[in-house]
């Protein structure tokens, strides 16, 4: 038994020699620096109780703050959205003040 495995034994041993004689890496990682809104930033103005009660959460206000503006309707969509498909707990009497402060501070014009 042991014999009838050389040959298989042989190949192996060939295949991961040449592997590893290799003088390029297959694969080269390179280091990125990446700028994140500040994270410890509150959403600012009159209005923002909901909004800083419902969605920090998950997002910071720099990141909101910095969408494109969008029409009513679209942030009414945005923030269904993040109910229905993300399950975000917010509460059904916030979701009309989060979409005025959305529309007032990033409404499309």
Known sequence: MPRKMLPL?????????????RAEPLITLNS???????SGRMFPGPGSD?????????????MVLN??????????AEVSKMIQ???????????????????SMKAAR
Do not use: F, R
């Open 9 to 21: 034994a042989l190949v192996i041993v060939a295949v991961l020699a040449s592997i590893a004689g």
């Open 32 to 38: 990125v620096t990446v700028d994140l809104p500040d």
């Open 50 to 62: 909901a909004i800083n009660n419902n969605c920090l959460a998950c997002h910071s206000a720099g």
């Open 67 to 76: 969408q494109p503006a969008l029409p009513k309707s679209a942030w009414q």
């Open 85 to 103: 498909s993300y399950k975000a707990p917010v509460s059904e009497e916030d979701v009309a003040a989060i979409v005025d402060y959305l529309a």
